[in-house]
């Protein structure tokens, strides 16, 4: 059978997908479905063991965004929650990118040493890993304390506080950055090894031409380089967003609802993970169509 380029491109993707497709119907879906049901319920749990359930309707989420639900932790309400993380997500989201994005370029560059120096930026990536904080906890005995090195116990906050004149309402914004930039950076690990795999792929002969037509540096960055890993860049993105939602407090709430609160608030942890389901998939569905339309003009 005589199949055209594009239909063999197609098959090829969906190949690619399958063991996705299948690991979704196998292990997934079903628990999803579940969420959702149990979203619409009042579940008890009684002495004799088991699950009873009382039809809501919509009364869970009506709960979750009115004064009866708050944090377990905090009783800070639950919407305030939700609209601080998409502001984390759309302010660290950039700043991961362009971060890993500069990593790439530098740790990508023809220099003596380099294998130092790309020892030296992925040093603090791999510390911050969350599996070697816990092998180095295992192995030593004894609690990692999380710290920021250089900027912890507010040491910038106080130097710049002290030596500067600077109003506080632009102070502020300006040391939460900088005393976040090790967990910024810890969180660049994969996006910088995406960037600089992509950066490799480019061919030289596409350099070669830029150079010969007389463009400058800053030319050949944005009509060369840009262009050829504008697709990735969209993965980047898309890698973070959902990076940063799997570590955000709605997911601990959830959890929370569920398993710590006494009576374990099932119905509502449900109807929680829904709406953070949702909230995620509009964050992604946005980026895609902002990607999409970019990457096409330069595709």
């Known amino acids: 059978m005589n199949l055209t380029y594009e239909t063999k491109r ?4 969906f190949t690619f997908l399958i063991p996705y497709l299948l690991g979704f119907l196998m292990f997934f879906a079903v628990p999803l479905g579940q969420t959702i049901y149990y979203s619409f319920q009042k579940i008890d749990i009684p002495e004799a063991g088991g699950m009873s ?15 009866e639900v708050s944090t377990v932790d905090s009783n800070t309400q639950i919407l305030r929650v939700l609209l ?12 991961i990118t362009l971060l890993s994005l500069f990593l790439a370029l530098l740790a990508n560059r023809q220099f003596k040493g380099r294998a130092v120096v790309r020892m030296i930026f992925f040093l603090p990536i791999i510390l911050g890993l969350e599996v070697v904080t816990e092998m180095l906890t295992i192995s030593t005995g004894s609690e990692m304390v999380q710290s920021s090195g250089l900027f912890a116990e507010g040491l910038v906050a106080r130097l710049l506080i002290h030596y500067t004149a600077i109003p506080s309402q632009y102070l502020y914004p300006i040391i939460d950055f900088v005393e976040n930039i090790f967990s910024v950076i810890a969180r660049s690990g994969v996006q910088t090894l995406v960037f600089l795999a992509a ?12 150079k010969i037509e007389g463009a400058t540096a800053y030319e050949t960055f944005w009509k060369v380089t840009i262009p050829s890993i504008m697709h990735i ?20 709430e959830v959890y929370n609802f569920g398993f710590v ?13 829904v709406v953070y389901i949702f909230n995620v998939l509009l ?7 902002l990607f999409r339309k970019v990457v096409s003009s330069n595709g």
């Open 10 to 13: 197609k098959l090829l993707g």
């Open 53 to 67: 359930f009382t039809f809501l309707g919509l009364q869970n989420y009506i709960n979750l965004f009115a004064t």
């Open 84 to 95: 601080d993380e998409n502001t984390n997500v759309l302010i660290n989201m950039p700043l």
């Open 199 to 210: 950066l490799q792929s480019i061919s030289p002969s596409m350099y070669e031409v830029a």
């Open 233 to 252: 860049v969209m993965f980047v993105v898309i890698y973070t967003i959902i990076d940063l939602f799997l570590t955000s407090q709605i997911a601990e």
């Open 261 to 273: 609160v006494h009576g374990s608030k099932i119905g509502v942890a449900s109807a929680l993970s």
């Open 283 to 289: 964050m992604l569905g946005l980026a895609l169509l």
